[in-house]
């Protein structure tokens, strides 16, 4: 089974920045759309990002738009989410996951992917 480890969460201040990674146990990483997901205590999973495995298209739910930036090294089997201006209200466990097919056009609670990691906590707070 495809295996997915996220790393880089922790406590950050409002307005701060955080980068998360996902390594992904893939022989071709760009075969897969990777999807970040997250959920916040008693909060059903929401997505927050995806970028595509064919022409690298990206996607963001509108509560983090210009905010959060997704990319993928293909060399390195890795895929990040580069989290700036961070809030209170994105404070959950982050997850990613992959589909071998393409990012679903809305993001909803990742339904569509196949495999997931086991998550960061990433949490915004003074």
């Known amino acids: 089974q495809l295996q997915l480890v996220e790393s880089g969460g922790g406590l950050v201040q409002p307005g701060g920045s955080l980068r998360l990674s996902c390594a992904v146990s893939?022989?071709?990483?760009?075969?897969?759309?990777i999807g970040w997901f997250r959920q916040a205590p008693g909060k059903e999973r929401e997505g927050v990002s995806c970028?595509?495995?064919?022409?690298?298209?990206?996607y963001y739910r509108d509560s983090v738009k210009g905010r959060f930036t997704i990319s993928r090294d293909n060399a390195k089997n890795t895929v990040y989410l580069q989290m700036k201006n961070l809030e209170p209200e994105d404070t959950a466990v982050y997850y990613c996951?992959?589909?071998?097919?393409?990012?679903?056009?809305?993001?909803?609670?990742?339904?569509?992917?196949?495999?997931w990691g086991q998550g960061t906590q990433v949490t915004v707070s003074s």
């Open positions: 970028i595509s495995s064919g022409d690298g298209s990206t």
């Open positions: 996951a992959a589909t071998p097919r393409l990012c679903p056009f809305l993001l909803g609670i990742g339904y569509e992917f196949d495999y």
């Open positions: 893939a022989f071709t990483l760009d075969y897969y759309a």
